[in-house]
């Protein structure tokens, strides 16, 4: 069954940081662009960060460019997004998606999570002391 596990998610006091992990199953990831999302209660889905499949450039969102990391290790068929410097606004249940060779947008906003056809099951992140 094609999927995608994530794992990483917690409660994380602000400043703190975390690693989420999204790993392929039953398909490469080298042929994928791997992007995150996230979504807070009552918000819309939020892009944070895309990149292609053979593309060293990652595009992030404002919100989050400069705390956040978007990597993969295509051998261990996983990707990750190192999060720096959480602040509570952070708080949200963070998505993993994929799609074929070229993230669907630079864009990054909530329509774009129309163009990635496999999700992960999602991680909640909460940020609080």
């Known amino acids: 069954q094609v999927q995608l596990v994530e794992s990483g998610g917690g409660l994380v006091e602000p400043g703190g940081s975390l690693r989420l992990s999204c790993t392929a199953s039953?398909?490469?990831?080298?042929?994928?662009?791997i992007a995150w999302f996230r979504q807070a209660p009552g918000k819309a889905r939020e892009g944070l960060s895309c990149?292609?499949?053979?593309?060293?450039?990652?595009y992030y969102s404002d919100s989050v460019k400069g705390r956040f990391t978007i990597s993969r290790d295509n051998a261990k068929n996983t990707f990750y997004l190192q999060i720096n410097n959480l602040e509570p606004e952070d708080t949200a249940v963070y998505y993993c998606?994929?799609?074929?060779?070229?993230?669907?947008?630079?864009?990054?906003?909530?329509?774009?999570?129309?163009?990635?056809?496999?999700w992960g099951q999602g991680t909640q992140v909460t940020v609080s002391s």
């Open positions: 998606a994929v799609r074929p060779w070229y993230c669907y947008s630079s864009k990054l906003d909530s329509a774009s999570a129309t163009g990635y056809d496999t």
């Open positions: 039953e398909f490469s990831l080298v042929n994928s662009a």
């Open positions: 990149v292609g499949s053979t593309d060293n450039h990652a």
